[in-house]
């Protein structure tokens, strides 16, 4: 489904040269769960940004579904943000002034989705996370926890193919946390391609694969690498 070809990434601060990637090559089949391991600065966030066609690389190229994402339009690279991948941040990245439904119904209303059908995914998609009674709720009237499970209903309403998690639980407490990677997992097993960012080894054990990321660099782990309490 994904396939990274010797993607670079280079950012000029003054005279210096820093490389955000170097010579990153990585494939994700279809329906895998990928866990993306590394320290703040390793860039690990910037290949998300890639994947999700938010950001170009300096060099490289990368095919989504066999299309050669490079050589598309805006147009065609909005589309595929909208309708092909779910994103979920570690900010949540909610509107503070509407309730969950809302929140999740937005992407929705950007693919022209009609009111009533609009309503109907957004309600399944927070009964699947656990919401169904906090549906008029706004973000300040929620947990932490609570908030980034309305962010991944936001991401699978509309049954993308592929999840983009960067750092999903960053910002939560353990047992948050574990709800949230619980719900991530469950998408895994119902077949759709998740890429997990994370800097925690802990939180990266439940994935198919782990991939690292140290100074721009990528090493493969075939399977997950427990950890030692």
Do not use: W
């Not at 390793?42 to 060099?59: A, E, Q, V």
């Not at 950007?110 to 169904?132: F, I, T």
Request: aromatic share 4%.
């Amino acid at each position: 489904m994904i396939e990274l070809k010797n993607i670079y990434k280079v950012y000029h601060m003054g005279k210096n040269e820093v490389k955000a990637l170097d010579n990153v090559s990585l494939n994700v089949k279809k329906g895998e769960f990928l866990a993306v391991v590394g320290r703040s600065g390793s860039g690990k966030s910037t290949m998300m940004n890639i994947i999700g066609c938010l950001d170009t690389p300096t060099s490289g190229s990368y095919c989504l579904d066999g299309r050669d994402v490079f050589s598309l339009g805006e147009k065609s690279l909005a589309h595929i943000r909208n309708r092909e991948i779910g994103f979920i941040f570690q900010n949540f990245n909610l509107i503070g002034s509407e309730g969950a439904l809302e929140n999740v119904e937005l992407p929705l209303m950007y693919r022209g989705v009609g009111h009533a059908e609009r309503c109907r995914l957004a309600e399944d998609a927070l009964r699947r996370v656990g919401l169904g009674n906090r549906m008029s709720h706004r973000p300040s009237q929620m947990s932490g926890g609570q908030q980034q499970r309305v962010a991944i209903a936001r991401a699978i309403a509309a049954a993308p193919p592929l999840i983009l998690a960067d750092e999903p639980t960053g910002n939560l407490d353990s047992s948050s946390g574990h709800e949230i990677m619980q719900i991530l997992h469950t998408l895994g097993k119902m077949g759709r391609t998740v890429v997990l960012i994370t800097h925690d080894e802990r939180i990266a054990e439940g994935a198919d694969r782990i991939v690292r990321l140290c100074d721009g660099h990528l090493t493969e782990s075939s399977v997950p690498i427990a950890v030692t309490p």
